[in-house]
């Protein structure tokens, strides 16, 4: 163990086995750090490392003060074109990617992190750590002399603030969207009972969410974010969020019959909508964005502050007031 940063000590784990064993002194950090995210929960994160690590070497460094955890930087190092690269464990299934650090130690444990990096034993390339919110203490830490950081936006995410009422939310909608909803509320009607689900069986619903998936990606080059290794990881955090109390699925049913799933979290008053499936035989009546409206009313429900759409830029958020989040990326790498 390497002592940096005063009063910061570091320690490096390759192993799953030693990540399986940190997960309740990991997790219980996570939930001390306010800035925290669904991404950076230890029980969405070691699921990703056994669907998706065995092609890396694992790199996750931990700082501790006095033996208290107060920071886990969840690494991995893989090899492509450019060479060894350090990346965040959870990469291309996670909206934001940070690595924790208890409230206090946000810039010292950034700062301890890229120098135990520096001068680790591990041989790497280039240090790409993304994606990273603005607020993140990475893109304020400077780097010795001899590397080169480069920051860059990577992408741009939607979040809806939410008001204290459902019937707040209801009166910032457009009368002309407003009348586009009673439409399709009423088509929807004539095709059967409508209901609104929450607290569905598990495997019954995630099953149903994969099918919507699977069969809109079945006639595409691409597998979908969902398909082969991707099932059984999503299936496994998933569960272990519900288990948590942090996930939450929401489903349209009409007619008895399942026609649309919306598969997210809820943390620290906030919603994040991560995927919607419908079955496009329905898609007349727009249920993804029925479906929507419902999950939105549920978490002013729950007292939400805000819904985080994450990823795409359809246009009807936009005309519900949404406002954008840039993501970074942020390259280290030795200059030439």
């Known amino acids: 163990m390497l002592e940096i940063s005063g009063s910061l000590s570091a320690e490096e784990i390759g192993s799953i086995e030693s990540l399986e064993a940190l997960e309740p002194e990991w997790r219980s950090l996570w939930q001390r750090c306010p800035s925290a995210t669904p991404f950076q929960n230890p029980i969405w994160l070691i699921?990703?490392?056994?669907?998706?690590?065995?092609?890396?070497?694992?790199?996750?460094?931990?700082?501790?003060?006095?033996?208290?955890?107060?920071?886990?930087?969840?690494?991995?190092?893989?090899?492509?074109?450019?060479?060894?690269?350090?990346?965040?464990?959870?990469?291309?299934?996670?909206?934001?990617?940070?690595?924790?650090?208890?409230?206090?130690?946000?810039?010292?444990?950034?700062?301890?992190?890229?120098?135990?990096?520096?001068?680790?034993?591990?041989?790497?390339?280039?240090?790409?750590?993304?994606?990273?919110?603005?607020?993140?203490?990475?893109?304020?830490?400077?780097?010795?002399?001899?590397m080169i950081a480069d920051v860059r936006q990577t992408d741009q995410l939607t979040s809806l603030k939410l008001p204290s009422e459902p019937r707040a939310f209801r009166s910032q909608l457009s009368s002309h969207f407003t009348k586009r909803l009673n439409k399709a509320y009423r088509q929807a009607h004539l095709l059967g009972s409508v209901r609104f689900e929450t607290g569905m069986p598990f495997h019954k619903t995630f099953d149903q969410l994969l099918r919507f998936h699977e069969a809109r990606w079945s006639n595409r080059s691409n597998t979908g974010a969902l398909m082969r290794r991707a099932d059984a990881f999503h299936r496994e955090a998933a569960q272990a969020m519900l288990h948590h109390g942090t996930l939450r699925l929401y489903g349209l049913n009409i007619g008895g019959q399942i026609v649309a799933v919306l598969y997210g979290f809820r943390h620290r008053r906030r919603g994040y909508f991560y995927l919607m499936g419908f079955d496009a035989a329905f898609s007349k009546i727009s249920p993804g964005v029925l479906l929507m409206i419902y999950a939105i009313e549920e978490l002013i429900r729950e007292e939400a502050i805000s819904c985080e759409f994450l990823r795409g830029h359809e246009p009807f958020k936009y005309r519900w007031g949404v406002s954008e989040r840039n993501t970074y990326g942020l390259r280290i790498h030795h200059r030439t």
Request: charged share 20%; glycine share 10%; with cysteine.
């Open 47 to 146: 699921p990703w490392w056994r669907y998706f690590g065995s092609d890396k070497q694992l790199l996750t460094l931990l700082f501790r003060t006095r033996g208290d955890l107060v920071g886990v930087a969840p690494f991995c190092i893989l090899h492509d074109h450019e060479g060894c690269k350090v990346m965040p464990v959870g990469i291309g299934v996670s909206d934001y990617l940070d690595a924790l650090f208890a409230p206090g130690y946000e810039q010292a444990g950034a700062e301890a992190c890229i120098n135990h990096l520096l001068h680790s034993t591990t041989h790497w390339d280039i240090c790409e750590l993304q994606p990273l919110l603005a607020e993140s203490p990475f893109l304020k830490t400077e780097v010795p002399g001899g």
